[in-house]
């Protein structure tokens, strides 16, 4: 019996050792079979998850300061500094109400109406005058309001001459607005006044933007071997929802978040991309007030004649071309105005056409161009490299839209790049080691008169509170002023933002509104400096064709002239523009 036990023992100590040799010759194959196994269930799970993340997405607080007081704290100086331009673009709001108001109590572009006021001297308008517009609001029943708060947009144009200028609009803050144009060519010309948004459409814009920071969803994958994940991420994620994985910046210190991933480190990110955007975000009642053809970027029409005809200028202004009239400095002062389609700018600045590829090759002769920012100042280098066929992009093998971009024109020793600003970035698919914040590649810019900085930084913070983008300019500002510092001979440009189609969709996350709010903030931070600004606002709103995201060709050609104009025109002093 003992003798069969030491056999059977025997046996089973052979039958164990084969096996464990087995398995340490095929280890390597049964943990791929393995990881294969886990990554298929696990994508799996990731796939019916990643369907359902509109469904449950983070749930807000509804606290304006939560988002806004993310980052570095504020020095006592940057508070003031903050504080004054919160208060420079309050926005009039209409009075308290216990409910808010039906559709009927609210802006009507049908029922309101603008008249054009006599000239002060004399019974003819002439080159040079300035020409003002009353403007009264109604609403849909007919009756006039009684508060301002409404969103317009004025121009006085001649689409025969391809001439236009956009107005200033003054809200009186009692239902009356005026419009005020400089009279700048001779002949007829039409006056255009459009409702944009309702006061009581601006009160609901206005609570999305402090409340609900969430409306445009960003998503960043993780990816270690077989294994990948999905998670959220933005600049402010509640922290009591899951962990998190904090990306700020380690030099700017701008706020990132994502969600931590279940099963990866927060170190395993591949890439960065826009999620989406968040839907039922106002009421069926609220929606009323962004009705395209209703209330939504809709024209005032006149009472009476919307025409004037504009005679030479009076005799004390004789010989003084309308091309380059200089308005009254108590008047109102656009940057800038379209003659025969072309942008003539207001001031000590004269700019070029640069019609000829040659004309621009000659202009960018040994320089340096480095773009940074959204997708409009991408359209600038896409503009240019089709435009130059001598500039031959360099395939960098980046995503198409997203960039980084090159383009090289070898016999002028022009080099020309294009990159996209730092998150919030609302491209499909950016790399996670393209992520780069402007501030710091400017630190990295050596600098000297052969370098162009151009910059284009405003769509892609229209869904946050203001106080997020004064901080990222403050670190943009800083940058600057360093970059001249230790090259003077630098030039920086600031591309301003631009008006842009709206409907109710869009509205609720990059209105007009929204930009206008942004570009006034932009400007003040930046007057004095030595730096120039393209008026993108301004070359949209006077031109006749309508307005797009990424403006039609002949204005992107118009701001390209203006551009170069800067860059080539050594020795003439150009006026900071506000």
């Known amino acids: 019996m003992c003798r069969n036990l030491r056999s059977y023992a025997l046996i089973f100590l052979f039958v164990a050792l084969s096996g464990l040799i087995f398995l340490l010759r095929n280890i390597h194959s049964v943990e791929n079979w393995n990881c294969h196994t886990v990554s298929a269930l696990y994508q799996l ?77 004399g019974k003819a308008w002439h080159v040079g005058d300035q020409l003002e517009v009353l403007v009264q609001m109604h609403d849909f029943q007919g009756r006039p309001k009684h508060y301002g708060g409404d969103f317009l947009l004025a121009r006085l144009h ?70 990948s994940e999905t998670t959220l991420c933005n600049i402010c994620l509640p922290p009591d929802q899951q962990p998190l994985c904090n990306y700020t910046d380690l030099y700017t210190g701008e706020p990132w978040y994502c969600y931590k991933p279940k099963m990866l480190s927060c170190d395993a990110r591949i890439n960065h991309a826009k999620g989406g955007y ?47 009239v200089k308005p009254d400095p108590t008047k109102f002062a656009p940057s800038g105005f379209y003659y025969e389609d072309s942008w003539r700018p207001l001031g000590d600045m004269s700019v070029r056409q640069f019609n000829e590829s040659s004309a621009i090759t000659q202009c960018l002769k040994n320089k340096v161009i480095n773009m940074y920012g959204d997708s409009t100042v991408r359209q600038w280098f896409e503009y240019l490299t089709d435009f130059v066929p001598e500039l031959k992009e360099f395939n960098l093998h980046s995503p198409k839209n997203v960039g980084p971009f090159m383009a090289v024109e070898s016999t002028n020793n022009i080099l020309l790049k294009y990159r996209c600003h730092g998150p919030p970035i609302r491209f499909s698919t950016v790399i996670a080691s393209e992520l780069r914040y402007i501030s710091n590649e400017l630190d990295g810019l050596a600098g000297g008169p052969d370098t162009v900085v151009v910059l284009s930084i405003w769509s892609h913070f229209s869904t946050f509170p203001v106080e997020v983008y004064i901080r990222r300019l403050r670190h943009i500002r800083r ?100």
């Open 278 to 324: 968040q839907k039922h975000l106002i009421t069926n009642r609220e929606a009323l007030l962004f009705q395209s053809g209703v209330n939504l970027k809709v024209a005032i029409h006149a009472s009476g004649a919307d025409r004037i005809n504009v005679l030479p200028p009076r005799k004390d202004n004789v010989g003084v071309e309308s091309s380059s």
């Open 479 to 578: 940058a600057v002023l360093r970059l001249l510092d230790r090259a003077p001979g630098t030039l920086v440009i600031i591309r301003s933002a631009n008006l842009q189609a709206l409907d109710q969709e869009v509205s609720l996350y990059n209105s007009d509104w929204f930009s206008l709010q942004l570009d006034e903030v932009l400007r003040a931070m930046f007057r004095g400096l030595n730096v120039q600004l393209v008026d993108a606002w301004q070359m949209t709103a006077a031109h006749h064709l309508p307005h797009a995201l990424h403006p039609p060709q002949v204005i992107v050609k118009n701001m390209i002239d203006v551009l170069l104009s800067y860059i080539c025109q050594v020795g003439i002093l150009f006026k900071a523009q506000d």
């Open 158 to 227: 001649t689409p025969e001459l391809g001439a236009g200028v956009a107005g200033q609009v003054l809200d009186h803050r009692n239902g009356f607005y005026s419009a005020l144009f400089p009279l700048l060519w001779m002949g007829s010309a039409q006056v255009e006044i459009t409702l944009v948004h309702s006061s009581e459409a601006v009160t609901v814009l206005r609570r999305l933007r402090e409340e609900r920071p969430d409306r445009v969803f960003f998503k960043s994958l993780y990816r270690l071997g077989f294994l």
């Open 45 to 121: 799970q990731s796939r019916i998850q990643s369907s359902f993340i509109p469904v449950n997405l983070p749930t807000f607080h509804h606290n304006r300061t939560f988002c806004a007081q993310l980052g570095q704290k504020p020095s006592p100086e940057d508070e003031v500094e903050e504080r004054y331009l919160l208060d420079s673009i309050a926005w009039p709001r209409p009075p308290a109400r216990s409910a808010p108001p039906a559709l009927r109590q609210t802006s009507d572009p049908v029922h309101s109406l603008f008249t054009i006021l006599p000239a002060k001297e």
